[in-house]
């Protein structure tokens, strides 16, 4: 069953059917209002989670199924490559290239302006990666080796 309708389709479904070996029942007009009033307000699944989480009747419904501590290893993971860069350079050098029949001495300057923006980008990119404070997975995982986390639940 949904959680949320518009108020004209949960009218539409009146004639409501259980799943399984459950009988067949009939909604009501304030029903299907009071169903629409809590969707709209999104408290039912907070309702039901703060009972589940709540430890009124004992202990919590809800459990951790596997301990609440840090494992130690980083999942390896490549990181994400960047924009391309220097695009409108390598397309005038070809543009170039094409019109010269692929003669390196005329477009030189075309070449130098290129081989300038890639040198710009690649010191670009060392500075994001010196700046971001971020450590590589198998530098982290080296780290966890060294200092592992404490073998017990927090």
């Given at each position: 069953?949904?959680?949320?309708?518009?108020?004209?389709?949960?009218?539409?479904?009146l004639?409501?059917?259980?799943?399984?070996?459950?009988?067949?029942?009939?909604?009501?007009?304030?029903?299907?209002?009071?169903?629409?009033?809590?969707?709209?307000?999104?408290?039912?699944?907070?309702?039901?989670?703060?009972?589940?989480?709540?430890?009124?009747?004992?202990?919590?419904?809800?459990?951790?199924?596997?301990?609440?501590?840090?494992?130690?290893?980083?999942?390896?993971?490549?990181?994400?490559k960047?924009?391309?860069?220097?695009?409108?350079?390598?397309?005038?050098?070809?543009?170039?290239?094409?019109?010269?029949d692929?003669?390196?001495?005329?477009?030189?300057?075309?070449v130098s302006?290129?081989?300038?923006?890639?040198?710009?980008?690649?010191?670009?990119?060392?500075?994001?990666?010196?700046t971001?404070g971020?450590?590589?997975?198998?530098?982290?995982?080296?780290?966890?080796?060294r200092?592992?986390?404490?073998?017990?639940e927090?």
């Open positions: 069953m949904r959680t949320s309708c518009h108020l004209m389709e949960c009218m539409d479904q004639e409501f059917i259980k799943v399984g070996k459950k009988r067949k029942w009939r909604r009501t007009y304030e029903d299907v209002k009071r169903h629409y009033r809590k969707a709209m307000s999104g408290s039912v699944i907070q309702e039901k989670v703060a009972k589940l989480l709540s430890r009124q009747n004992g202990k919590p419904a809800l459990r951790p199924i596997k301990p609440l501590a840090l494992k130690n290893e980083v999942a390896s993971r490549k990181l994400k960047g924009e391309a860069t220097c695009v409108t350079e390598m397309s005038l050098l070809m543009a170039c290239w094409k019109q010269n692929f003669n390196n001495s005329v477009c030189s300057k075309e302006v290129f081989y300038t923006c890639v040198e710009k980008a690649q010191n670009k990119a060392k500075g994001k990666q010196e971001q971020r450590l590589l997975p198998k530098e982290a995982n080296t780290l966890l080796k200092f592992p986390n404490l073998s017990s927090i």
